[in-house]
C-alpha cells in the first residue's frame, strides 16, 4: 500500500483510532523484535561465558544473586 494512500486513510480515522494507531506505531519503533531480542541476548551469553572462561570474572552461584537482587527490591 502506498504511504500517501494509508496516511489519507489514517486521517479519516476518529481520534480515539488515531490516537491507538499512533501508539502502536510508538510502540514498534521502540520495541525490538523477538528476532533481534534474541540476537541480543545470545550475543551477551557469549560474551558472559568468554569472560568466565578466560577467568576475567569468577562465577557467583545463583542463590547468592537472587538473595541480593531481593534484598535491591526491598
Known amino acids: 500500500m502506498e504511504l500517501k494512500k494509508i ?3 489514517a486521517m479519516h480515522l476518529s481520534a480515539k483510532d488515531r ?3 499512533i501508539q502502536k506505531l510508538v510502540q514498534s519503533i521502540d ?3 523477538a528476532d533481534e531480542l534474541k540476537s541480543e541476548w545470545l ?3 557469549k560474551d558472559r561465558a568468554t569472560q568466565l572462561d578466560s577467568g576475567a570474572v569468577d562465577p557467583v552461584p545463583s542463590d547468592v544473586v537472587l538473595k541480593k537482587a531481593q534484598a535491591l527490591i526491598k
Do not use: G, I, T
Open 7 to 9: 496516511e489519507s486513510e
Open 19 to 21: 490516537a491507538h494507531l
Open 31 to 33: 520495541s525490538p523484535s
Open 43 to 45: 550475543s551477551v551469553a
